[in-house]
């Protein structure tokens, strides 16, 4: 496992670094040229989740991922594939997953499996600091890409959501605490994800979705991500008026992730 010592800095260096590998190999503009020409239509991940939470269901993003910085390995039997079509059975609205190799065990090619064996929307998970990396979501086809504010400038939260839209991609910007907060509002974006994780430190706190969403407008959809293991964590979430989660340490723990979705899940 990685030292704990700032870890999203860790993470931002070596991905700069993984970028321009993948740069030297396709360059931007062909990447570009590709994405733009790619004829598929993506599924709305806003629309699921609202769906859902329309029905007075949660609306769930199961998360696909082996490993993480701070756990390690989470499931040594790792199909993406089979967890996807378990999900998908259990009533998940959509799915995030890890292609993140360096921090996450993650890959591509589980984006790639997945979307071929599966028809929910889909969130590439990973650490967006480049205009390459959403034209990339496109081709591996995603839907909806991950803004992290906290390794992003406000420039750059901005072109990119914008890029984003341009390509037909939805957006979920991440936050953790007021300051970052305030930085994603004035975005043009449905959906609004707090992250309970400090990804400076990877502590997690509940509260930290409590105390954000007093600013948070009626408009806007609440995604609560990290920490959610208990049944009691999705009734106190609701009972803040959240009913977006996007978990997968709990569930990527269980021998079976859909049922672990569905008993995390099930109405008290």
Not at 13 to 25: L, M
């Amino acid at each position: 496992m990685t030292p704990m010592a700032d870890i999203l800095a860790q993470i931002v260096a070596h991905k700069q670094d993984e970028i321009k590998q993948r740069q030297s190999v396709r360059p931007e503009q062909v990447l570009r040229q590709q994405a733009e020409q790619q004829d598929r239509v993506g599924k709305s991940f806003i629309h699921a989740l609202q769906s859902k939470v329309s029905q007075g269901q949660p609306g769930v993003i199961a998360e696909i991922k082996k490993a993480s910085p701070s756990k390690g390995i989470l499931r040594e039997d790792f199909d993406p594939v089979q967890i996807a079509q378990s999900y998908a059975q259990a009533g998940a609205a959509c799915l995030s997953v890890l292609t993140d190799e360096r921090f996450f065990q993650g890959h591509d090619d589980y984006l790639r499996q997945v979307r071929g064996a599966c028809d929910l929307p889909l969130l590439r998970k990973d650490f967006i600091i480049d205009p390459y990396q959403i034209y990339e979501a496109k081709l591996l086809g995603a839907d909806c890409i991950l803004l992290i504010a906290a390794c992003l400038s406000d420039q750059q939260l901005g072109d990119f959501s914008q890029l984003a839209a341009e390509l037909g991609l939805d957006v979920l910007p991440e936050v953790h605490d007021m300051a970052e907060l305030q930085r994603v509002l004035p975005l043009d974006t449905a959906l609004i994800g707090i992250n309970n994780r400090n990804l400076h430190t990877f502590v997690t706190r509940l509260e930290t979705t409590y105390e954000l969403l007093a600013e948070i407008e009626p408009r806007r959809t609440v995604v609560t991500e990290s920490g959610i293991h208990l049944g009691e964590h999705v009734q106190q979430m609701q009972a803040h008026g959240v009913n977006c989660f996007l978990v997968g340490e709990a569930f990527m723990r269980a021998e079976e992730p859909g049922a672990a979705l569905q008993a995390l899940f099930a109405a008290p």
